[in-house]
């Protein structure tokens, strides 16, 4: 997987997208067409790379332009460029969907958990699904209990299979900070799983965490 980049901003990008965002302040409701035209697609494209969902990126790409209509006076233009800014806002609601996917694959995980409980015969083929799956819980708990800068570039490099390098250039953080971070982050993930949980968690986040490069 290469790095994420961005395509390369033309002379003049940056004032007709101020030009835009007065038009959304005026409520001139074409603004948000022209806003779609211009970001659709490095915005679609990096919420598809947090995703790997056409149907999640979709949603959330929609919902970005739907947040810079109902409040333009969000954006700050002391503080960045609009599109820094938008492309921002849309990876984070990308991770944030990803956190709701696992909200509701936990929840189903558990439901699943309750009917192979109730069985009367378990076979050893549902008892190992019902571990693997108690496992994961485990993880998943474990990872909502760190702090949000180690949680979130965990998550990108565990349920996202990014790099470390790529890890940086989503969150916007310097390679060095994100590599302090993961292993920050393995260590206490570790500490708090420990036996075999710990193992799976290592398995799978070793490479990204270690040597920065894909599971």
Do not use: C
Request: zero cysteines.
């Amino acid at each position: 997987m290469g790095a994420v980049t961005r395509p390369p901003r033309r002379v003049g990008d940056d004032s007709a997208d101020a030009e835009i965002v007065a038009r959304l302040r005026r409520g001139d409701r074409s603004a948000v067409d022209d806003l779609y035209e211009r970001f659709r697609r490095p915005a679609f494209a990096l919420a598809r790379r947090v995703l790997a969902d056409d149907v999640l990126a979709e949603d959330v790409l929609q919902d970005a332009f739907l947040s810079v209509w109902r409040d333009p006076g969000a954006y700050d233009g002391s503080r960045g460029t609009f599109a820094s800014w938008f492309l921002a806002m849309v990876h984070h609601k990308a991770v944030d969907a990803v956190r709701r996917e696992e909200s509701q694959r936990r929840r189903q995980a558990r439901a699943e958990d309750e009917v192979v409980l109730s069985a009367p015969m378990a076979t050893a083929d549902v008892e190992d699904d019902a571990w693997s799956r108690l496992v994961a819980e485990q993880v998943r708990s474990a990872l909502g209990s760190l702090p949000d800068a180690q949680r979130e570039a965990l998550t990108l490099a565990y349920y996202g299979g990014y790099t470390q390098r790529e890890v940086a250039a989503l969150t916007r953080a310097p390679l060095g900070t994100v590599k302090t971070r993961m292993l920050a982050g393995m260590r206490r993930l570790k500490q708090d799983l420990g036996g075999v949980a710990g193992v799976a968690l290592g398995g799978a986040l070793g490479s990204a965490a270690v040597d920065g490069t894909n599971r």
